[in-house]
């Protein structure tokens, strides 16, 4: 078997490429530097901790890594800090909202409305709709009721009397027969 050739452009070629190839891993490595010099690395700083899987340090809640020290984060009022290395280490208490990624101001709660359990939003108390940003009466006409279905106005028109006629009708259709007429006299004369 015979080798193949190997010309003096194809090792200059060759040698271009593994110049190239450890010149672009020499600049991730002098780029990735500064990234692991904020690793929670070496001696462990004022307001940060060991951390208990091996060598390291983390910094303590209200603070983050800035090289080799801990500095606080600036809570704005209506904030708690939330331990989390990315962002900005801060979110808003129930009730409030961010704002400019800079403070918290409080969600808008109107008149016969409280705060859903989310705590970023409201939803109208019970008997009242919502109509953009207030809650409106609902108006209960007579022989009807309220309901919790979101999509309508939130009255139902089906009180019992009624319900019996439907029934009546849909047995009607289905071919169920028995009592139609008591059931139908009963409905319409409220004796039900």
Same mark, same amino acid.
């Given at each position: 078997?015979?080798r193949p050739v190997?010309?003096?452009?194809?090792?200059?070629?060759?040698?271009r490429?593994?110049t190239?190839?450890?010149?672009v891993?020499?600049?991730?490595a002098f780029?990735a530097?500064?990234?692991?010099a904020q690793?929670?690395?070496?001696a462990?700083?004022?307001?940060?901790?060991?951390?208990?899987?091996?060598?390291?340090?983390?910094c303590?809640?209200?603070?983050?890594?800035?090289g080799?020290t801990?500095?606080v984060i600036d809570?704005?009022?209506?904030?708690?800090?939330?331990?989390?290395?990315?962002?900005?280490?801060?979110?808003?208490k129930?009730g409030?909202t961010?704002t400019s990624?800079?403070?918290c101001?409080?969600?808008p709660v109107?008149?016969?409305?409280?705060?859903r359990?989310s705590?970023?939003d409201?939803e109208c108390?019970?008997?009242?709709?919502?109509e953009?940003?207030?809650c409106v009466?609902?108006?209960?006409?007579? *022989?009807a009721?309220?309901?919790?279905?979101?999509?309508?106005?939130?009255?139902?028109l *089906?009180?019992?009397?009624?319900?019996?006629?439907?029934m009546?009708?849909?047995r009607q259709r289905s071919?169920v027969?028995?009592?139609?007429r008591?059931? *139908?006299?009963?409905?319409h004369?409220?004796?039900?």
């Amino acid at each position: 078997m015979t080798r193949p050739v190997t010309t003096a452009a194809a090792m200059v070629s060759r040698h271009r490429a593994l110049t190239l190839m450890f010149a672009v891993a020499g600049l991730i490595a002098f780029l990735a530097a500064p990234l692991a010099a904020q690793d929670g690395t070496g001696a462990i700083p004022d307001n940060a901790v060991g951390r208990d899987s091996g060598g390291g340090w983390d910094c303590t809640i209200g603070y983050r890594v800035d090289g080799n020290t801990c500095s606080v984060i600036d809570l704005p009022q209506n904030a708690y800090a939330t331990g989390r290395a990315y962002g900005s280490g801060w979110a808003c208490k129930r009730g409030f909202t961010e704002t400019s990624g800079m403070t918290c101001e409080p969600i808008p709660v109107p008149e016969n409305a409280y705060l859903r359990s989310s705590g970023v939003d409201w939803e109208c108390a019970r008997g009242y709709r919502q109509e953009r940003d207030t809650c409106v009466k609902i108006v209960v006409p007579e *022989h009807a009721f309220l309901t919790d279905d979101d999509s309508g106005k939130g009255v139902g028109l *089906h009180p019992r009397p009624y319900r019996k006629a439907a029934m009546i009708r849909f047995r009607q259709r289905s071919g169920v027969n028995h009592e139609v007429r008591t059931f *139908h006299t009963a409905a319409h004369t409220g004796d039900a």
